[in-house]
């Protein structure tokens, strides 16, 4: 296969969105980029498409929080890529938290996509980069992830439980010289929030944050907030009190835009 001689990436959620706007981005930049979703015919037509271009991408059929599916399709990415330089682990789900009926199943998913899978996804990869000693780990959080907000707990907690893990972690690898991201954007167009029936503030198109988020990796920022101007926006939003909160989020509450496919 053709393309050219880069620093070896694997990419999990690469299907849509964020990471496969990523994947397209740095295929053009070099990487050789290893693609891993559920959905197998995404992910083969977006390798052809990067194959196309001149780029080398390699894809696998994988479910992050299936812990012995999400490594064994990891190990097989790395086998293809030789190797392996930097993880992304963007692979993530949304839906409101709701009351009646108290929708615990969907609380369960996102817990084990958005943290659970990035940590079997980091388990993947940890042995070879501490044995090369060196490597990077980059984990896509959000900006949600910094308040509990009323109708999005189980995302917040999913989120704020990825940015301490990620936290501890960068501080522990940095004797390994494995250099450790946390990412946290504000709303991006892509089919997670695609459902939003209400006008999401400074909102980017994806391939806008994949830009954003390649230049904070290749820049090792420690955790990128983005845009400033959301960012700014959550701070301000943890200094209200409750009662602002609740009735500024009321209206969101009676009607939460639900996800197209159910989380589980
Ligand atoms: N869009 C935003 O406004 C926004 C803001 C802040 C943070 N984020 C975060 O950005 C990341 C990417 O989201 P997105 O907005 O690009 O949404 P998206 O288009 O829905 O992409 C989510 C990706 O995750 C994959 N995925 C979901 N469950 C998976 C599983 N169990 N195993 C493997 N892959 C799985 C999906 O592919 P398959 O369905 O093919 O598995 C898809 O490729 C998420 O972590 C999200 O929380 C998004």
New binding site residues.
């Given amino acids: 296969m053709s393309g050219k001689v880069g620093k070896k990436a694997i990419i999990?959620?690469?299907?849509?969105?964020?990471?496969?706007?990523l994947a397209v981005l740095m295929a053009r930049e070099g990487f050789q980029v290893g693609l891993?979703?559920?959905?197998s015919q995404?992910?083969e037509t977006l390798a052809l498409e990067i194959r196309a271009e001149g780029g080398t991408a390699y894809w696998a059929r994988?479910?992050?929080?299936?812990r012995e599916n999400?490594l064994a399709s990891m190990k097989s990415l790395m086998e293809e890529l030789g190797g392996i330089d930097l993880l992304i682990a963007?692979?993530?789900?949304?839906a409101p938290t709701l009351i009646d009926p108290f929708n615990v199943a969907d609380q369960e998913a996102m817990i084990?996509?958005?943290l659970l899978?990035v940590i079997y996804s980091i388990e993947a990869v940890l042995p070879a980069m501490v044995n090369q000693g060196h490597g990077q780990i980059a984990a896509?959080?959000?900006?949600?992830g910094f308040k509990g907000l009323p109708g999005e707990s189980g995302?917040t907690a999913?989120?704020s439980g990825l940015n301490t893990f990620m936290e501890g972690l960068r501080i522990q690898l940095r004797p390994k010289n494995i250099k450790v991201n946390t990412?946290?954007?504000?709303?991006?167009?892509?089919?997670?929030?695609a459902v939003n029936d209400f006008k999401?503030p400074w909102?980017m198109e994806?391939d806008e944050?994949a830009r954003r988020i390649l230049k904070g990796i290749q820049r090792n920022v420690k955790v990128l907030r983005f845009p400033w101007q959301t960012s700014l926006l959550m701070r301000l939003i943890s200094w209200l009190p409750d009662w602002v909160v609740e009735k500024v989020m009321r209206d969101y509450n009676q009607n939460p835009p639900m996800p197209k496919s159910p989380l589980t």
Avoid: Q
């Fill in positions: 999990t959620g690469a299907s849509t969105g964020i990471g496969r706007a891993l979703a559920r959905n995404l992910l994988g479910d992050v929080k299936d999400a963007n692979a993530g789900l949304g084990r996509v958005n899978g896509v959080s959000s900006l949600a995302y999913s989120k990412i946290c954007p504000g709303f991006v167009k892509t089919p997670m929030t999401m909102v994806a944050a």
